[in-house]
């Protein structure tokens, strides 16, 4: 199949403040009030990971609920909160992203899994493939499936969620796959996780030369099991050589505070800068992985 000519993209990411929705009625119209705050200024619209899980108090019954309890109240509701998103989307007239949500799989494991809807509603998924400890120890979520490619309006994408970001190997494939642009929604809940996951993201634009963009939760909800602190700014980054910033950002928000960022990718700078950086990273990724290191001897 061909890859869809790469033109330029106006992505709006949104810093996602954690609120108490009493219901998925409840946070589907706060959803569009939202993207209907960022749709005029963005071609595709991206929440942090998790966002939806703000759900999870109200739907457990209450403040009491444990992780796990909450877990099982998304995962039981998933379908619903699937299909208002999609609404969202078809309703607004949008490419979405909105963020991710603990699904059943095929096998009943729950994974974590972030829809890209078109504006006709059509969707596909990316999982979340590495598992931090919480997810994996005491939230009951497991290791999703490999990573996948999307064909666009602007071309191939990826999508690489939170954890996933920090791996070379989870973007390169989507990189060598014909991805230009790669979307890395997050949620951290301190400033460590928040700043793994950027460091992360700023290595991968510059190793692939491509664009990588991150956007979390934000604030706290001490009524929410698994959300009740979130830290953490939007950002989006390039290659670190001509035509680009010094410090490869191209776009940030400001820490810890609900609101929209926006940036403008253009994948005729990738071509250029890998036809003629300073540099070529891109094109100079080991084509064979190394030999396991062994000691070295002293003489």
């Known amino acids: 199949m061909s890859t869809p000519e790469a033109k330029p993209l106006r992505l709006g990411l949104l810093q996602y403040g954690v609120g108490r929705?009493?219901?998925?009625?409840?946070?589907?119209?706060a959803l569009e009030q939202r993207l209907e705050a960022g749709r005029a200024q963005a071609d595709l619209l991206v929440l942090p990971e998790y966002?939806?899980?703000e759900l999870g108090a109200a739907l457990a019954g209450g403040d009491a609920a444990d992780e796990r309890t909450e877990l099982a109240a998304m995962v039981a509701a998933a379908p619903d909160i699937l299909a208002t998103m999609r609404e969202a989307a078809r309703r607004l007239g949008v490419w979405l992203i909105p963020?991710?949500?603990?699904m059943p799989a095929e096998d009943g494991r729950v994974v974590n899994r972030a829809p890209l809807i078109a504006p006709d509603g059509r969707i596909a998924?990316?999982?979340?493939?590495?598992?931090?400890?919480?997810?994996?120890?005491?939230?009951?979520?497991?290791?999703?499936?490999?990573?996948?490619?999307?064909?666009?309006?602007?071309?191939?994408?990826?999508?690489?969620?939170?954890?996933?970001?920090?791996?070379?190997?989870?973007?390169?494939?989507q990189v060598e796959?014909?991805?230009w642009a790669i979307l890395a929604p997050s949620c951290t809940d301190s400033m460590h996780g928040f700043n793994r996951v950027r460091v992360g993201a700023a290595a991968r634009a510059m190793e692939n030369q491509c664009y990588v963009a991150i956007t979390p939760t934000v604030g706290t909800a001490p009524w929410s099991a698994a959300l009740d602190v979130n830290r953490g700014h939007a950002a989006v980054f390039g290659p670190v050589d001509r035509g680009f910033p010094e410090d490869g950002v191209l776009a940030r928000g400001a820490l810890d505070q609900e609101e929209w960022v926006f940036c403008r990718l253009d994948p005729a700078k990738i071509a250029a800068v890998r036809a003629d950086g300073q540099v070529r990273n891109h094109r100079d990724w080991p084509a064979r992985p190394f030999r396991p290191a062994t000691p070295a001897a002293f003489a």
């Open 99 to 102: 963020g991710t949500l603990p």
């Open 21 to 29: 929705p009493e219901g998925v009625a409840a946070f589907g119209r």
């Open 177 to 179: 796959a014909g991805a």
């Open 125 to 173: 998924f990316q999982d979340k493939r590495a598992m931090t400890r919480f997810e994996a120890e005491r939230w009951g979520v497991s290791q999703g499936s490999d990573p996948q490619v999307f064909d666009t309006p602007w071309g191939r994408i990826g999508i690489s969620v939170c954890y996933d970001v920090e791996f070379p190997k989870h973007v390169r494939v």
């Open 51 to 53: 966002a939806c899980v």
